[in-house]
């Protein structure tokens, strides 16, 4: 039989991470760098800028009729692509009431989801700030507002 090794290609990718061992919480999951490999999920640099439906990357690349971005922003919290008004990070935390929600709005027009440390599994913490949030969205919930108080004054 022929030497079928020669047809077994190895793809290497890099994630470069500047972390000290122990400094973070580890993430397991061999998903991702199966996906990576597959070519189901890109990665990317930087973002430089949203125009429509379009991505352009600090490597100057674009991507065009995006659907979805997920912020994979890393370790530490950092939202450069949003006004520091509207999202600020100071000492690698960040403001939101009931940790969905930045309370500078007027409204409640933008949800980060994910940003939270649970002991255990964070997924069902997302998909519930998920929902949550969606129901905000739609108007099918009780208003964050409460009389008088803009959503701003809220205490966290």
């Known amino acids: 039989p022929a030497d079928q090794s020669s047809d077994c290609r190895i793809i290497p990718f890099t994630l470069n991470l500047n972390l000290r061992v122990f ?9 991702l760098p199966n996906r ?19 991505v352009e990357f ?3 690349s674009v991507v065009e009729d995006i659907d979805l971005v997920v912020f994979a922003t890393g ?3 950092s939202f450069p692509f949003l006004a520091s ?5 100071s000492g690698n935390k960040v403001s939101l ?9 007027d409204h ?9 440390q649970p002991l255990g599994a964070i997924m069902p ?32």
């Open 23 to 31: 400094s973070q919480h580890p993430t397991v999951n061999d998903e």
């Open 75 to 77: 370790y530490t919290f």
């Open 125 to 156: 913490v997302s998909e519930m700030q998920a929902r949550w949030a969606t129901r905000v969205f739609k108007g099918n919930t009780v208003s964050l507002k409460r009389s008088g108080q803009n959503f701003s004054s809220l205490k966290i």
């Open 36 to 54: 990576i490999l597959s070519g189901t999920v890109q990665v990317k640099p930087n973002i430089r800028r949203f125009q429509g439906s379009s």
């Open 97 to 105: 009431y009931e940790n969905v929600f930045p309370p500078e709005l």
């Open 108 to 116: 409640p027009t933008l949800a980060v989801i994910g940003l939270v």
């Open 58 to 60: 600090d490597d100057g």
């Open 85 to 89: 008004h509207v999202l600020s990070v």
